[in-house]
């Protein structure tokens, strides 16, 4: 190796172990050569030589006379409770922490692909699966309220109110379950005879 | 200061040293996992005081700095048997210091950084080390967190990019490129904090 080749680029990589006894002889030769010769490198040199001298001079502290036994007396109490108390992670319960997690996320992304598929198949489907359960014109059958014939006994009381001249009772709930079906086939009704 | 007036600092430990002390580590971890309490002793013994100033370093309160210690050895120790030895045992237990102090520090006020933790005897001596203690901590407490902590690893625990870059679990790059900001910020800082001092 030879001790004047060295570059700015390979000295700075140098510089913290040469400042900290790290380089060989012949390495340390390489680089005062080069701090000889170049300013910058030597300012960066000095800037770590100058914050290593201010850190060297913090106060150091030892700690005090029974630290070491608070420490075991500490360490051997928690290890005591410890021990029995956790399980061996080999024995824990195979699916939980990030495993549930990730099942968890897995099983709600599979359902919302289920979900957006059944929404985009089945009106495509439906007539179809109607056909095969209904027949007919693939439509479900319509449910038709049965009204009772005239001078059934439930009309005669429907009636009544009305007769004595006395407002019905359930008037407002009848005009709020208005169903123009039901009025429809009410009309209906008289002419035929036959709900 | 210049180059050609310094004086350097022999490395903490020498590379067959640290090789001694990561297998003689290693045999201590084993036996510690195996329940035997002496073998604690001697890793508690072996780290004690650095991992105590670790925490000073970066807690700047004494009391602070051993309750964290107490509370890094004893969670070490009864987590051990999770230790799979990937790494060094003592950048396992560097990390567990440094988290624990990040914690506190992030609990504590600003107020109750300044604190004694001088022990020396003489009377100038405690006066210019107390000096010196508050403008380093002013000095660093201006420093992000990354920058600051990898600055005390390596100037003040004299630790290797290698073990910090396994400690803070970063790349070796990343240490290098840090330390040098770090360095950078802190010369100015102090400079402008011995300017403040001397003209306030």
């Known amino acids: 190796m030879k001790a004047n080749t060295w570059r700015c680029g390979r000295v700075r990589k140098a510089l913290d172990a040469y400042a900290h006894s790290g380089l060989s002889a012949v390495e340390s030769a390489a680089v005062e050569a080069h701090l000889g010769r170049c300013p910058r490198c030597t300012s960066e040199y000095d800037t770590l030589f100058a914050v290593r001298c201010v850190l060297d001079n913090y106060p150091r502290i030892t700690p005090r006379a029974d630290f070491d036994d608070a420490i075991v007396a500490a360490a051997m109490a928690q290890r005591a409770v410890y021990i029995p108390v956790r399980p061996n992670r080999r024995h824990r319960f195979a699916f939980s922490g990030p495993r549930l997690r990730l099942a968890t996320s897995f099983a709600l992304c599979a359902a919302l692909c289920l979900m957006t598929i059944s929404m985009l198949v089945w009106p495509q489907l439906r007539p179809a699966v109607l056909n095969n359960l209904f027949g007919g014109n693939g439509n479900p059958p319509t449910a038709t309220l049965q009204l009772p014939a005239e001078g059934s006994t439930n009309s005669v009381l429907r009636s009544m109110p009305e007769a004595a001249g006395t407002p019905a009772v359930n008037e407002p709930r009848a005009a709020k379950s208005h169903n123009p079906r039901v009025e429809t086939e009410r009309e209906a009704a008289p002419a035929t005879g036959q709900p | ?200």
């Open chain 2, 1 to 200: 200061m210049t180059a050609a007036s310094m004086l350097i600092k022999p490395s903490v430990l020498s590379g067959s040293g640290a090789a001694r002390r990561e297998d003689s580590d290693r045999a201590l971890v084993s036996r510690c996992q195996a329940g035997e309490r002496d073998a604690f002793c001697l890793l508690l013994s072996r780290y004690r005081d650095r991992i105590v100033n670790l925490a000073f370093q970066l807690l700047s309160r004494r009391e602070d700095a051993e309750d964290v210690a107490q509370e890094a050895f004893t969670q070490a120790f009864t987590s051990i048997k999770n230790f799979r030895g990937d790494s060094q045992f003592f950048t396992w237990l560097y990390r567990i210091t440094v988290n624990l102090c990040l914690q506190r520090k992030r609990r504590q006020k600003p107020e109750d950084c300044l604190d004694d933790g001088v022990e020396s005897a003489s009377g100038t001596d405690v006066e210019s080390q107390v000096v010196t203690k508050l403008l380093v901590e002013r000095t660093l407490a201006k420093m992000s967190e990354p920058l600051r902590i990898t600055l005390v690893l390596r100037d003040m625990q004299d630790l290797s990019y290698e073990e910090i870059a396994s400690i803070l679990s970063i790349p070796v790059g990343t240490v290098r490129s840090r330390l040098n900001e770090a360095r950078r910020q802190f010369r100015d800082a102090w400079t402008l904090a011995e300017k403040e001092t001397a003209h306030p």
